[in-house]
């Protein structure tokens, strides 16, 4: 399976991100378990934001719940992220990611990620 993020590279703060992950190789309604977002801001370690199994179940971070929202584009082949309200604390490079589990322990593939900069 292969996963590409795609979005804009820089967002002002208080604006909503948005990315999107496309999915090749594998289906998002049938293999894993979880299909996954995760971040990493510059110089910290891996946080999980959410994921979507292949029910098309939702499971968010409790500590980015009321900002966040994730959905697919099952004909696509793809799901989504949207971040509201950021701020420069959501600087990060952003990952979409399989999985088993939720949270960060048992990730799979992921994709090479993506640099966001919220930034005015």
């Known amino acids: 399976v292969q996963l590409q993020e795609s979005g804009p590279g820089l967002v002002k703060p208080s604006q909503t991100l948005s990315l999107t992950c496309t999915v090749s190789?594998?289906?998002?309604?049938?293999?894993?378990?979880?299909w996954t977002w995760i971040r990493q801001p510059p110089g910290k370690g891996l946080e999980w934001v959410g994921a979507?199994?292949?029910?098309?179940?939702?499971y968010y971070s409790p500590s980015l719940k009321s900002r966040t929202f994730i959905s697919r584009n099952t004909p696509k082949n793809q799901f989504t992220l949207q971040l509201s309200s950021v701020t420069p604390e959501d600087t990060a490079v952003y990952y979409c990611a399989t999985s088993y589990g939720l949270g960060l322990s048992q990730l799979g593939a992921r994709g090479q990620g993506t640099l966001v900069t919220v930034s005015s």
């Open positions: 190789g594998g289906s998002i309604t049938t293999d894993y378990y979880y």
């Open positions: 979507i199994d292949t029910s098309g179940s939702i």
